[in-house]
């Protein structure tokens, strides 16, 4: 039988305020100004759920060890192409996975193998959205790991 | 811009271990022995899932005002049937229905519903859910709401 | 073995014109020029599916008594939350459960929760479907049900 | 504008009576005796879902001239294969289309070319549900067209 | 067990090459301009995505024989209206079924037949592409199989 | 425009034969016995699939360059267990991330964090997925890399 005794013992999080700061700073990590628009665009009707992005994905899932932060993104990128019907949050995943150290090439290879899993017309959407992130980086001049660097 | 300050405030949650306690209070008065089972079938492979699970959907979610219990459990048998590939999940949400006032016919019209925006097939696969757990539920004579007293 | 001579005679419903009136009258009660908007966007290329609408979802099903119309539209923008591919029809029933006594706020908690079962990118589409309609209301000036009321 | 008066009289059906007539005539052409299973699995908790089943999907759609019913089923499995949720369904439907006249090779050419726009997963498990028809008819010593007839 | 040398050998393709050739040629007979669209708007970031989807779906797959392009076709925009989630491919799509063969009625009764299976909405959005297709053919005055050949 | 000739001969394959070669060899490599199963299973009904799973995932997909296998793995299990509807093929992989280096807790960890993309009912069962995997491995006595060399 569980101890719910001990399992809510297990948590490493000391408090509510420290899982809210956790994860906003792993938000700023890893989506940079794209996970504030998020946020502040919840702000007028569901702040709550602003908050819940903030502790729960960032504060307790990205911030666990057991997975770095590269692979994680990976992850998300594989799900949201494959799932098919959140290209916004595809969009803001790709520039994550690059903020964290993924080379282009790599989340192109991502994309296309998800032709296998869930069929062309899922990759072809997902590669329309790294092509629409990598206009936007390209034209803000942000600087990235050469795919040289992570073969 | 959001005031990441005031965000963090907007908590009624006051520490990490009330919202466990919360959660878990909360997913015995919904669920009963079937979420007990959920959260033990966790703890070889995965027990931290099974944290989560009473701190964010029942610690967070449904311990929120805004809207009864019935209506969530509506809302949840309504997704699961829709989604079509959480057959053990839509059975604890059907036990979870009638545990918070929902009349069996009250169950069956939202499986019904479900024809019309996931199609004939997703209805009856609800439809068989709820025959597995009107069953168990007679086997076990568990007395629920009348329908009468739901109309 | 299935008496289909008394399945057929199960139907309460006495003809077919009778089927399309009530579904037309139903049909305006929940969705109301919304509704007849899709009826007549498909005058041109399907005609018939505006009639099939019509009778089956409105004179069927949302005609039954067994589930008030509150409790309806909860179960329809959850599942059209979590399907996450209907983005107008969605619209048009976070409408629906304004017109037929859901508050705001209970249809922003309904959307929250199908992070749960549909993952958030879900969540926060179907926040975004209820923000456009939330501003369109605004502008046409419509009297809802206040939150207070409600809970 | 929509003339609904219009609209109503456009149904080539006479009467309530005929196309619950209609549809269970035609769900036997299709599919024999798995449809009466299916409306037989039904009547202890939601008869009225099998009346809607004969009514909507086979005395409405399957029923309308404008397409031949082989097409109709390829259309049908290729739509229960890319959705992947439906494996019962599924099944019987293979078994519809090898009623109409399809040809064992014309089925199996359909499913693999999901793995196209569902990926291999879904086309496997849709290879599986023909392999468990295939077998059964094999069984009953069901004859069919043969796949030469049909090339 | 199986045989890997006796599976490699049935391939009836001689060559890599020709391999892409025929599948070229058969993406110009079903999709034409169209198809080469797609694959152009790959060169820039996903170029091999572009030579897999001609030798794939189209030099494997629709290169097959067994199965009618018309069906093959019908197989695809049913897939693809139940998916929900590949717009500019549906269109694509619709252009091919009429393309080789199907009618225009045709495809709107393929379209119609998936409010059974995925639901209503998936159903109008399907409507809705094949709107946008018929416009776009009937400003290019691109002549079609008529209805009355094909019943 | 796009130059065909010149995207038919980017492919660094130099004939059909050595595509299923290398596909064979790959498919070992990753999944050892489990794909020979898979392909096995085809062989009475649908041969051809078998070869084409070998030749365009394994043969074209897995064996590019640009991400490494492990990366690989971690984007497969993220989709299956988001699609939810491929539960044989997701156990499979999950064999097949453990195969090529990822340790337990890393596969536990991309299954958790679906949670929030496709919700807490896919992550459960992709964790139910991973417990029969390691029960798999457990008794066959399968040696993996350890989780402390992961990390």
Known sequence: ?????ELSQQSPQSSEASRF???LSK????DG?????VIESLQQIAPDLGRYIIEFPFGD???????DLKS???ATIAALTALGNAHPQLKVHIHGALNVGC?????IEVL???????GFPAALNGIAAAGEVFAERDKEKIVETRESETL
Do not use: H, N, T, W
Request: glycine share 8%; net charge neutral.
């Open 112 to 118: 296309m193998q998800m032709a296998v899993y869930a």
């Open 27 to 30: 938000l700023k990590e890893i």
């Open 21 to 23: 700061e956790r994860g």
């Open 33 to 37: 100004a794209a996970g504030d628009r």
């Open 103 to 107: 080379s282009r090439e790599e989340v």
């Open 61 to 67: 899932i990205y911030s666990r060890p057991g997975l």
């Open 1 to 5: 039988m569980v101890s719910f005794q």
């Open 72 to 74: 994680r993104e990976i």
